[in-house]
């Protein structure tokens, strides 16, 4: 295979020379770039392309980190991010922030290894956040709020989505509202939970502290929760999970004891992922634009890349969308 320096050798010029007229510098003539690109045909010679996208420091990659690959929660966002990714010409490399310190995440940020990085993470750390973004690298944060150059926010209503579905469990008269919480440190939990927290307030009814359960956004945590409750003897009236795997494991550890669905307690959750409209009750739920999300997201990398940024930040509204899985009380 041919490579520049044949290239250079037959057209009887400097590796450097012949590099610059292959990529149409204007400071070569067009004389010397006739006679390269002539050597270059005649050599069949075909250019680098990772070598060239180095030198120009452009990689034609767009990052995603994610706090875990593993989720089903992530797949609408991985679609609308790919549909403009690819639209654009570029590719698209998701990796996990698990690893802390040591992880390819933070790699990626402090290393440049894409030409824009969209984070929802709740473990990557701000002040490595701002010090990664910059003009040619722009950074999209999702679900959580950094006011810093060069850093774009889009954010879902989360707290207004719990707040509606609080709200709707209240209104089929449910009192006792257990909380089901993901972890202490993510920013969308915090908001969940905020809105919870006011539901309850403009209803009247106090929050208990025995209302938290924490199921750490994993199926399992939720259908471990649900077992502490049933060993308690502790059965409340509904359950706000924080998220719809959480609220699933719930369902199915209830099942498992012989505990209705719908009718003995009331069950809703947060993201609307696919499951939740075929799990045995099928789940109430809080659905944010997790597509909308993924496309704005990518588009807002696009715009940057091209000097146009857009520095305020997005909040995207949620939807509740209501099935089996909670009945009334009323009348009861």
């Known amino acids: 295979m041919a490579t520049i320096k044949d290239v ?10 012949a590099s610059y007229a292959l990529n149409n510098n204007p400071r070569i003539s067009n004389e010397t770039k006739e006679k390269v690109l002539a050597a270059a045909r005649q050599l069949n010679y075909q ?6 996208d180095l030198k120009s420091n452009k990689t034609n990659t767009i990052g995603l980190i994610l706090s875990d690959l593993s989720g089903p929660f992530y797949s609408e966002l991985i679609k609308g991010i790919q549909d403009v990714t690819i639209a654009n010409g570029y590719d698209l490399i998701a990796v996990s922030s698990i690893g802390g310190k040591n992880s390819t995440a933070v790699k990626f940020l402090k290393e440049k290894r894409t030409d824009g990085v969209i984070v929802l993470a709740h ?3 701000n002040k490595l956040i701002i010090n990664a973004a910059r003009k040619d690298m722009p950074v999209v944060l999702l679900d959580r709020p950094l006011d810093s150059e060069y850093v774009l926010n889009i954010q879902v209503d989360n707290e207004g989505g719990a707040y509606k579905a609080v709200e709707h469990l209240i209104s089929l008269g449910h009192n006792e509202i257990i909380y089901l919480s993901g ?12 809105g919870y927290k006011r539901a309850l307030k403009d209803n009247k009814i106090n929050f208990s502290g025995r209302w938290l359960y924490q199921g750490n956004f994993t199926k399992e945590g939720g259908y471990h929760a649900a077992k502490v409750m049933l060993l308690q003897n502790d059965l409340p009236d509904a359950i706000f999970a924080a998220n719809d795997e959480m609220a699933i494991g719930a369902i199915e550890a209830f099942k498992q004891a012989g505990v209705e669905i719908g009718k003995d307690i009331a069950i809703v959750g947060f993201d609307d992922i696919q499951l939740a409209e075929y799990v045995n009750p099928s789940l109430t739920t809080v ?7 993924g496309a704005m997201a990518a588009q ?4 940057a890349l091209n000097g146009n940024f857009f520095t305020e930040p997005i909040l995207l509204q949620t939807e509740l969308i209501i099935r089996e899985s909670c009945g009334s009380r009323k009348g009861k």
Do not use: H, W
């Open 8 to 17: 250079a050798s037959l057209a009887g010029v400097a590796i450097s020379t």
């Open 47 to 52: 250019p680098n392309g990772i070598a060239r």
């Open 123 to 125: 473990n990557i750390d």
């Open 183 to 194: 972890p202490n440190n993510s920013y969308d939990n915090l908001k969940r939970f905020e």
């Open 287 to 293: 659905k944010q634009p997790m597509r909308e999300m």
């Open 300 to 303: 807002q990398i696009f715009q």
